[in-house]
């Protein structure tokens, strides 16, 4: 229950910083974006903070994260074609909605690194983190099989990653707020959030259950097997 209490209110802080720049005159996107970033960050002091964590778990974590970054550096060449939604999906559903988020907005912004950071990168923080977190959740109550993960990894990726990501877009090109405008660039993401999903969803079809038995594994042998 807090941890939909807290997913609740992030997404209202989400939501109220993008109102606010939409239909405020006086506000940038470069200040929306340390609010956004500030936002991101919040799940990630209050994980650590709050709950005490030893250094196998804090290690994994790490792993996963660097893990989940070689794997889009491999595909750099391939626009969309990257597995690294996969890698963050399976750490939610191994280890929780918690890690599942930490995982996801700490790959996003390492990755940047190579891909190039930018005012995108907070939320794409935000977007990859939500799809850990919401597989974390989901997957706390359906088991984890080949088709699910698929279907399940499609879905979230092309919704709620696509609609956090390009809201970016819609805050940075729109210089006067309109429906028509706003309707228009989410059109325009489609076929590339499609894209995503899908190759999202491939890699979860197959290397999915693999890859996500080794992390219980590692969880298992090394006693970190409470979700959080």
């Not at 960050?41 to 070689?70: C, D, H, N, T, Y």
């Not at 559903?93 to 918690?98: E, I, P, R, S, Y």
């Not at 489609?190 to 290397?207: M, S």
């Amino acid at each position: 229950m807090k941890k939909i209490v807290f997913c609740i209110f992030i997404a209202l802080c989400f939501a109220g910083i993008i109102l606010w720049q939409l239909f405020s005159k006086n506000t940038s996107y470069y200040l929306v974006s340390v609010l956004v970033l500030i936002v991101s960050m919040m799940p990630f002091f209050l994980f650590f903070e709050l709950k005490k964590q030893s250094a196998r778990e804090v290690s994994l974590v790490a792993g996963l994260i660097a893990v989940a970054v070689v794997s889009r550096a491999v595909f750099y060449l391939i626009p969309q074609v990257k597995p690294i939604a996969a890698v963050v999906i399976v750490s939610g559903v191994c280890l929780g909605a918690g890690r599942g988020y930490i995982v996801g907005a700490f790959s996003a912004f390492v990755s940047n690194f190579i891909f190039g950071q930018g005012v995108w990168t907070p939320f794409q923080m935000v977007a990859l983190g939500a799809v850990g977190f919401a597989a974390g959740v989901i997957f706390s109550k359906l088991k984890a099989g080949r088709i699910s993960l698929a279907a399940v990894g499609f879905v979230l990726v092309f919704v709620l990653y696509g609609l956090i990501v390009d809201t970016c877009t819609v805050i940075t090109v729109n210089t006067q707020f309109s429906l028509e405008s706003v309707v228009a660039v989410y059109a325009a993401g489609v076929p590339f959030n499609l894209v995503f999903a899908a190759a999202t969803a491939v890699f979860l079809f197959v290397f999915g259950q693999p890859f996500a038995k080794k992390v219980n594994r590692l969880c298992t042998k090394f006693g970190i097997i409470q979700k959080g």
